[in-house]
């Protein structure tokens, strides 16, 4: 009953409980105030569009490509993830898509619970994390799980009815960031000399599943000692996260020491997952990150996971592999998704669990 009293405990200003508490953690403690980050790029996706895909364009040039290329693989191999502007959504779009999760989340607790994973028995419907471990800390947070593609595999039971426009706010904005992912995809693939379809064509099919999440952090009066998110890599190929308007929260790991994520406006944060660790090679990164609560103002954000269908088996792309210069580093997997949630629950580093 604890991880669904969050909302409860914050309305009331109570202590949160010992389940909330971090604990020592090997990823460092909850600073109040750590520093912006300043190493995470803003890369405009309409430029390395052109550039990259429409060589008949008068504003192409190999000079431009390679900029815009270069660009894209220090930002991954590095931060693994950068801001990306010229998406092709609208700053008005953006603001419906937060407008209808905050709605969500302030209809009556009673109402809420109709969409609850827990009558679902799996992962997806509105609640907080499944209990896998006895020593697991709780997130400070609420979240509602939809798998949008493939669109044969949405729950719509579990999809909200109120406010009435959600399912149609969702379905236009999830093929819209699927539009911007697969523009990216290729170009990652580009940028390390490889096929468009490297990265695509087991990370981007038909069967490959993206799925929204919306979370949302209550204000806590103890932020100093719980998390909204605990630090984890997440299990995706590609994350795009829509910020909150105007509360930070977001945090990553950057040469051992965690660095705020700026809000940009009419930004998207795109970040690599493991899976795309994995079948770069450990060339680009999937960065660990983490979200802190706020004790005055509540927090909301909406992430889309891109990732392949669990049969597929995902592994490092031949051509990135090299017995001399670059060996394999990891194995060849199925179901990641599965092995990266329980070993997140655990607080067990899920690619470390798949390294050759």
């Known amino acids: 009953m604890a ?35 300043d190493q995470i790029p803003i890369i405009d996706i309409v430029d390395a569009e052109k550039c990259l895909f429409s060589p008949s364009s008068l504003e192409y040039s190999e000079q431009a490509e390679n900029h815009e290329l270069q660009k894209l693989r220090t930002a ?50 509105y609640g907080n994390d499944v209990i896998v471990s006895e020593k697991q800390v709780l997130d400070w947070s609420y979240r509602l799980t939809l798998r949008v593609f493939p669109q044969d ?29 697969g523009v990216v995809f290729k170009a990652m693939a580009k940028s390390l000399d490889l096929e468009e379809d490297s990265f695509a064509k087991q990370l981007f099919g038909d069967q490959s599943l993206l799925q929204a999440r919306f979370n949302f952090y209550p204000p806590c009066s103890r932020s100093d000692l719980v998390l909204g998110v605990k630090p984890h890599t997440d299990r995706s190929g590609m994350t795009v996260l829509l910020q909150d308007r105007d509360v930070e929260g977001l945090q990553i ?6 660095v705020r994520v700026p809000i940009v406006p009419h930004a998207l944060v795109l970040n690599l997952g493991d899976q795309m660790q994995i079948m770069s090679n450990g060339i680009y990164k999937s960065p660990m990150h983490r979200v802190v609560t706020n004790t005055e103002r509540m927090r909301l ?7 392949p269908d669990p049969e597929t088996e995902i592994g490092p792309v031949e051509h ?18 599965r092995i990266n949630y329980e070993c997140h629950q655990r607080g067990e580093i899920a690619l470390e669990t798949v390294k050759i």
């Open 320 to 337: 990135l592999i090299d017995d001399e210069t670059r060996p394999r580093l990891y194995k060849s997997v199925k179901n990641y998704g």
């Open 76 to 125: 991954l191999s590095s931060a693994g993830c950068f801001q990306a502007v010229g998406h092709g959504i609208s700053d008005s779009f953006l603001d419906k898509v937060r407008e209808a999760a905050k709605h969500f989340f302030a209809l009556p607790v009673e109402e809420k619970q109709i969409y609850s994973r827990a009558l679902d028995g799996g992962s997806e419907g």
């Open 253 to 258: 790991l950057m040469d051992g020491k965690w």
């Open 301 to 307: 954000s909406v992430a889309l996971f891109n990732e």
């Open 153 to 181: 595999q949405r729950r719509l039971h579990l999809w909200p009815q109120n406010p009435n426009d959600f399912g149609e706010m969702l379905h236009e904005y999830a093929t819209k960031i699927k539009l911007m992912m």
């Open 3 to 37: 991880a669904m009293s969050v909302q409860e405990i914050s309305i009331n200003g109570d202590q949160p409980p010992p389940e909330y508490i971090v604990k020592e953690s090997s990823f460092g403690c909850i600073e109040s105030s750590p520093p912006l980050a």
